[in-house]
């Protein structure tokens, strides 16, 4: 799979700007979970586009995940993609299907790309659940990669060291961190999140590293963003659990939000 994934991106964006009424955007959002009720704090629905309606997307496996687009006009005129969902590798669609919606924003002239996850914290002894957590860099141990061939694709500065700036002029204390990804389903053991902070991981996630691959392919400026929502396994003494963690994003939303709307008016 190669050429027709990027064909059927082309596809998506050409339905997507005829479904908005638009024929470009100014940047895209992807909202993880903890994260999609920020998304009202953007700006104004222009038009929303269920996945099933657009070419190569699917609905989302894991409740609360959403499974739409959102087309958002910001205050200062700007407008967003904001998608409300996303694939992961662990749903065993392929590679290609998680990072779909990237290359589909991107086609459809996107270059600016935020992503936002949920994850596991693994420095408790600076990192609160419900923080925010900038993503300096990536570790991935998802043993995928969205790109075939000989393609050989620079990442020294994956999450854009410019829009890290503009977010830390919003909010200067945030902290920023290396985000390690693996495949999942399963949550990780005790012993492998002990080798993650050895390793020099800050937080851990199923999501996020391929998106950013794509889209460093596609020449997007990333912008990631975590929400940490537990400790990693065994740094707590309690079991993890999916609930906790939409509950945590519950309860961080609005304040996600207000700062979601400050860096996408000022990009
Ligand atoms: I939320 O602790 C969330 N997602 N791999 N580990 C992994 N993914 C996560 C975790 C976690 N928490």
């Known amino acids: 799979m ?3 994934a990027y064909t059927l991106a082309g596809t998506a964006a050409t339905a997507l ?4 009424g638009l024929d470009t955007f100014d940047v895209a959002l992807v909202m993880g979970s903890g994260w999609v009720p920020a ?3 953007i700006g104004e629905t222009v038009a929303e586009i269920a996945f099933t309606e657009l070419p190569g997307f699917r ?4 409740a609360g995940h959403g499974g739409k687009i959102r087309v958002v006009r910001t ?6 993609l ?3 969902g996303r694939t992961h590798l662990y749903e065993g669609l392929g590679v290609d299907a998680v990072v779909h919606g990237v290359r589909t924003a991107a086609a459809a002239g996107v270059r600016t790309l935020v992503l936002t996850n949920a994850a596991g914290g693994l420095r408790p002894e600076t990192q609160d659940v419900g923080d925010p957590v900038l993503i300096s ?28 700036a503009l977010v830390r002029e919003i909010e200067p204390g945030l902290a920023e961190g290396v985000y390690v990804a693996f495949r999942g389903p399963t949550y990780e053991t005790p012993a492998e999140i002990r080798m993650l902070r050895t390793l020099g991981g800050d937080m851990v996630g199923m999501s996020t590293v391929l998106e950013s691959i794509a889209a460093r392919e596609a020449g997007l400026e990333v912008l990631g963003l975590s929400l940490v929502t537990n400790p990693g396994a065994g740094l707590s003494g309690e079991p993890l659990n999916h609930e906790e ?11 996600m939000g207000v700062l979601l709307a400050k860096v996408v008016d000022r990009l």
């Open 2 to 4: 190669t050429k027709d």
């Open 17 to 20: 700007r005829g479904a908005a």
């Open 39 to 41: 998304a009202d704090a």
């Open 59 to 62: 609905a989302p496996a894991v």
């Open 75 to 80: 205050p200062s005129g700007r407008h967003a």
């Open 82 to 84: 904001i998608f409300l």
């Open 137 to 164: 860099d990536h570790i991935n141990l998802t043993g995928a990669n969205p790109i075939t061939g000989t393609t050989f694709i620079d990442l020294t500065e994956v999450y854009s060291r410019r829009l890290r």
């Open 245 to 255: 963690v939409l509950e945590v994003g519950r309860a961080t939303a609005a304040r």
